[in-house]
Each structure stands twice: as structure tokens, then as C-alpha cells.
């Protein structure tokens, strides 16, 4: 409702806001404007925060109806984490604990609380590389994903260059949702990509991807200084947002009778697909642009076959 809202007080169709804000409402956007100015956190994360932060404090530090954050202790940041992690996943939790460790740090820095008790926050157990990852799709199935989309209409021009760009470069949805027209190099065939921490890689540009952008670009734009690549296809017109791209992927699944996947998935797949080829993890790594090289390693878990070779025999087996 934020934008009707906005554009009601806007056109004078509806009041104006309140000049007073609830003080957790004012913490709140304290606290927001530090995540974006001390840390550097994208929107998408800064809001995640944000909604763990509310939550934290609206549970734990509201006495008698007041806000009092300086009387919290231990217990309360360890009742509110038990609370989280009964609903949802290990990796979920682990959210949880960055979530709330920042918060509470944020606290400590303004002086709003007495102790550090981000150091309260205990660690949730779960262990890296202890389960097999998901199966992911195979390369018939992300070409029978690209063979479904419609590309006689702008809208599918568009959604089939989106989904080229995660399934064959491997990029992420905000990456592909902050991709402007100057990050593709036509003449020396690359693409900048503005990754995670505004970090920025340029990669090689494929001969279908660029195809596939050409023909999405030949169809014009609207409006016509846009700097984005990609654009919605509605009013208002601008860039798209990153969970249209998740969109598009769902869409496309349906098209072709599959069973949905998000565009993290195809991530998988190319990475799978490469290492069936051949590719070492030092190269996969860098196509993912992932910063720790142990990030990449888990997909050294999805091929069976080498993994069967390098297996020492159990002790007593036949052989």
C-alpha cells in the first residue's frame, strides 16, 4: 500500500503523514540508515534485517506498552532465538543469528544499550558439506525452459534474455536486475556485473546471450533514456525489481511443464553442467564470482562418478 499511499498524499487525494513517529518506528529508521551508510547492505538485505530488528525488539523490548531496549539482557536475545528457530530451518536460523547480532551491535554502538550482547547470541549447529545438495536440472530441462518461452512478444523477448543470462552466465537476480545498458561491451563482447559487497566482474558475453539481448533491445524501449537493461513491460515503466526475475523463472516452468525452480537453481544447474564437462572448481568458481573457493566446493559432492574413484575402500569390504 506504501506506493498508493504515496502518490494519493502526492496528487492531494488523501492527508498528509504524520509528522509524529512511534519511537520504535524512529529506532527502526536509525537503524536502517546505519545499515546503508556504516555497512554498505543492498535494499533486499537491509530490509530482511529490518523485519528480524521489529520483530526482536516489538517481543523483548516493549515493557508495559513503552520501548526500552536498555533493559535488555541475555535471556530475552536467547527466549526470542529459541522462538525463530522452532520455525524454520537451520540455515534459516543461521539468518537469524546474523540478523540479531546486528541489531544488537547497532544498539551497543549508539549507547542505546549497556552491554554487547550480540555476543549472547549463540551459534546454531549445522555443518557444511554434511548432506548431499539437491538434484539439479539437467541441460535438456534448461533448454526445454528456454524453448517455452514466447519470444514473438516484447514481454517474452524480454523474460527469455533474463532467463539466458542466470542459466548460461549464471548471475544472480539483483545482478541481473541492476544491469544497465553501458555494462555490455559490445566490441570486446563482455559484460560487467555488479555483484555482492559492489564488488564488479566482467564476464564474456556468449553469441546466444548477446543474440538474445539484441533482439530484446531491437524492440525499442520505454522510456527511451532508461539506463537499465532490463524494464518492466507495465505502467509504471522502469527497471525491474529482483524478484521479478524469480517471477519470470516461474512462469517459464509452468510453460513447460516442469516443476518450478528459482533462478538459484539454474545457478546450480550451470555450475553441474560444467563440472560434467570437465571444469575444474577454480573455474566454476569464477564464472559464479563466488569469493571463497570453498563456497564452490560443494558441487564436488554432486559428481558421484569421480567421487566412487577417490573412495578409499571400507575396511573388511569385498572388493
Keep these: 500500500m506504501a506506493p498508493l499511499l504515496a ?39 537491509v530490509q530482511r534485517y529490518d523485519n528480524t530488528a521489529r520483530r526482536f525488539l516489538q517481543e523483548q523490548a516493549v515493557r508495559d506498552g513503552t520501548l526500552m531496549p536498555a533493559l535488555l539482557t541475555g535471556s530475552d536475545v536467547n527466549a526470542f532465538l529459541l522462538r525463530e528457530c522452532a520455525r524454520v530451518s537451520a540455515g534459516s536460523a543461521k539468518g537469524r543469528v546474523a540478523e540479531l547480532r546486528s541489531i544488537l551491535r547497532f544498539l551497543y554502538l549508539q549507547g542505546i544499550t549497556p ?42 523477448a524480454r523474460n527469455f534474455a533474463i532467463i539466458m543470462m542466470i542459466a548460461r552466465l549464471g548471475l544472480r537476480s539483483i545482478e541481473v536486475a541492476r544491469l544497465e545498458l553501458r555494462d555490455v561491451d559490445w566490441r570486446a563482447g563482455e559484460l560487467t556485473v555488479r555483484g555482492k559487497a ?40 522502469g527497471p525491474i525489481r529482483a524478484d521479478l526475475v524469480g517471477d519470470v523463472v516461474e512462469r517459464a516452468c509452468l510453460q513447460a511443464g516442469l ?39 560443494i558441487y564436488a559432492k554432486v559428481d558421484l562418478v569421480a567421487l566412487r574413484q577417490v573412495a578409499a575402500p571400507w575396511p573388511g569390504a569385498a572388493s
Excluded: K
Design 7 to 45: 502518490y494519493l498524499r502526492e496528487v492531494g487525494a488523501a492527508p498528509p503523514a504524520p509528522l509524529s513517529m512511534a519511537p520504535l518506528d524512529v529506532l527502526r529508521e536509525q537503524y536502517r540508515s546505519w545499515m546503508v551508510r556504516e555497512r554498505g547492505l543492498a535494499e533486499s538485505t
Design 115 to 156: 552491554r554487547r550482547l550480540g555476543t549472547a547470541v549463540p551459534p546454531v549447529g549445522g555443518w557444511r558439506f554434511a548432506s548431499l545438495p539437491p538434484a539439479a536440472m539437467s541441460a535438456a530441462d534448461v533448454q526445454r525452459l528456454l524453448d517455452s518461452v514466447d519470444r514473438s512478444t516484447d514481454t517474452g
Design 198 to 237: 559492489r564488488r564488479q566482474d566482467r564476464l564474456p558475453l556468449p553469441d546466444e546471450v548477446g543474440a538474445a539481448l539484441v533482439d530484446y533491445l531491437s524492440r525499442g524501449r520505454n522510456p527511451d533514456g532508461a539506463r537499465h537493461l532490463f524494464l518492466t513491460c507495465r505502467a509504471p515503466r
Design 259 to 297: 516443476a518450478h525452480v528459482s533462478p538459484h537453481q539454474l545457478r546450480h544447474a550451470l555450475a553441474g553442467e560444467l563440472l560434467r564437462r570437465g571444469a575444474g572448481l577454480v573455474a566454476i568458481s569464477q564464472i559464479l564470482r563466488h569469493q571463497d573457493l570453498a563456497t564452490t566446493a
